[in-house]
């Protein structure tokens, strides 16, 4: 595999003097291409703070954010936009869908920014609705939808602009258990087509999704479990095993 993401020794301080707080202290770890990683660790760990600053809508203090060699950590704001919106795909916990469009319009937000012409966005509307059975909703609106429908939404909104890295932020967060597990299957299929996917989730179910995961506390890297060739329902009883041991199996699970 190619590196797709390096990150090299970030930090993330909030305040001045004695209100100084380390968010994130340090933090290293790379992303090859078709991977599929998990960011776990208790409450106020930095996970989130974390995926603010890979994602663009932070800075980091110091530190490099590599992305296949361009540093997005020195872009300028104009570049930071142009970068974001043609190179990442978000998914949300809470769907961050605009009621006021509909599931067609929500879907084609990121190819209306980037002027993509007609003919395009709808071919590539119609596939992704063919792919997470949003066919016979796209013209209804956010509120008259399930959440398992609006999360499928932000999905496929995520990928209409075939994003280099796709971020997922506690996207099973607001959803029923099916639906959940539903979303979860859809994104390990992504990954096995070679989407490459980093996810932030305090929950170990959805972790063992990952091939990957990364645990952090008190903003740092603590922790690497690899999946390998174990089973998924193997690779969730080690991360249990983990969490336990560092005392945050109550936030995880």
Do not use: W
Not at 16 to 26: I, N, P
Not at 138 to 143: I, R
């Amino acid at each position: 595999m190619e590196t797709l993401l390096q990150v090299k020794a970030i930090q993330k301080t909030y305040g001045r003097g004695d209100a100084t707080f380390r968010a994130l202290d340090d933090v290293s770890f790379t992303i090859e291409h078709g991977e599929f990683v998990g960011i776990m660790g208790p409450s106020g760990a930095g996970k989130s703070t974390l995926l603010n600053v890979l994602a663009t809508i932070d800075t980091p203090t110091a530190g490099e954010i590599l992305v296949e060699g361009d540093d997005i950590a020195s872009m300028n704001e104009e570049a930071l936009a142009d970068f974001r919106r043609d190179h990442l795909g978000f998914i949300f916990q809470d769907y961050n869908l605009l009621d006021s469009l509909t599931v067609r319009e929500n879907m084609l937000l990121p190819l209306a920014v980037s002027k993509t012409p007609v003919h395009e966005t709808r071919a590539k509307v119609e596939r992704l609705a063919k792919r997470f059975g949003l066919e016979g909703i796209l013209d209804q609106y956010p509120y008259q939808i399930s959440g398992g429908q609006k999360q499928r939404t932000a999905v496929s909104r995520a990928l209409i602009s075939d994003p280099k890295l796709i971020f997922a932020d506690e996207p099973t967060g607001a959803l029923d258990s099916k639906s959940a597990t539903d979303l979860l299957d859809t994104l390990a299929r992504l990954n096995e087509a070679e989407t490459t996917i980093m996810m932030v989730t305090h929950d170990a179910f959805a972790a063992s999704f990952c091939r990957r995961v990364l645990y952090i506390q008190d903003g740092q890297l603590k922790k690497e479990l690899i999946r390998g060739n174990a089973s998924r329902d193997a690779f969730y009883q080690s991360i249990l095993e983990e969490l336990a041991k560092g005392g945050a199996v109550d936030d995880a699970i």
